[in-house]
Each structure stands twice: as structure tokens, then as C-alpha cells.
């Protein structure tokens, strides 16, 4: 049974889940080092790396009834920093910036074997099932999230309607969500 500074970690889970804001400290002093490290070596701007780490533990407070059901939390914690920072690049390509976000690489070989193993098979089943998606919807989806297109621009390329765009997009994502629920609770991706 893993320890943390003394303190038992399922049971810290378990008082999180609780709303016991000690035990949040002492996972939040356990892992902001390494994840603040982890951030900063895909983000340069610090205060931005800073940004993603309090939005990453803001989400899991927020969701702290779930954190439990979380199978292991470090590669919960690194795929949840790697959709982050996806999204921080997202925004900076509609913003005009043009580093090419396929270029970054957000995975992190220091982490335990185990947790790697485990965080390749949640986008390996994240990438499985979005190509079994029916062939409309994984069209959709796809250029909304791989190529980064708005819903308009969508729309307008497929010569379909924003709102069947839209359609399109929640179906992936609800269908997504029930797949993948097992693996981690917390979406950020979406």
C-alpha cells in the first residue's frame, strides 16, 4: 500500500473525495513539482505552465467525488496535463501562432513503467473507438480536433449545417465519455 509523507494513499483519495482540503494539500505538494516540471519542459512561458497546473488540480477538486473511481492517479494527472497543454496550443494556433502542435511531444518517459502502460492504453482506446464512430461523425469530429477547424469552417467544408456539425460533435463526445468512463472521470479533453 503506497504512502504519502506518512499518509495513506487510497485513504487520502478517500477524504478528498470527502472535501477534506488538508488531504488535497498533501497530493497537491506530492505531484505539482514533478508535474510543474513536466509542463514547463512543453511551456515555456512559466506563468502559463503555472496556469495549466492550478486548472488541472482546480478540475480535480471540482470533481473530487469521482477521484476514487480514478484507477491510477499519476497517469490520470500527466494525460490530463497532456490535454492542458493541447489545449493551450489549440488556442494558440486560432491565435495566430504557428508552432505546429504534432511537433510537441507530451508524453513523459519518466514516469513509472506501469503508469506509461496505462496511459497508452487510454488513447489507444480514445483513438479506437473515434475510428469506429460512424464515418459523418468521425469526419466531424476529426477536423474539429485533429485539424483544429471551428465549427463554421466545418460546416462550411462539408457543405453540411453548424448545428448538424454540432450534432455530430456531442454524439462523438457522449459516445466517447461512455467508453472511456472506466478509464478516467474527469474530461478534459472535451
Known sequence: MKHIDGHNFEELLIRIGEGDQQAFAIIYDYYSADLIRHISKKISNPQTAEDILHDLFLSLWNNRAKIVEIVSLPAYLYSSCRYLMLAHFRQQLKQGNQQDIRDVDLFDDSLPLE???????????VANEVENLPEKCREVFKLS??????????????????????????????RLRAVTSHLFHVFLIF
Not at 503508469?115 to 482506446?125: C, G, N, V
Request: charged letters at 35%; proline letters at 0%; a neutral charge.
Open 145 to 174: 480536433r485533429e485539424e483544429f477547424l471551428s465549427n463554421k469552417e466545418i460546416a462550411a467544408k462539408l457543405n453540411i449545417s453548424e448545428s448538424t456539425v454540432e450534432k455530430h460533435i456531442n454524439k462523438a463526445i457522449k
Open 115 to 125: 503508469d506509461q502502460l496505462y496511459y497508452r492504453y487510454m488513447l489507444d482506446t
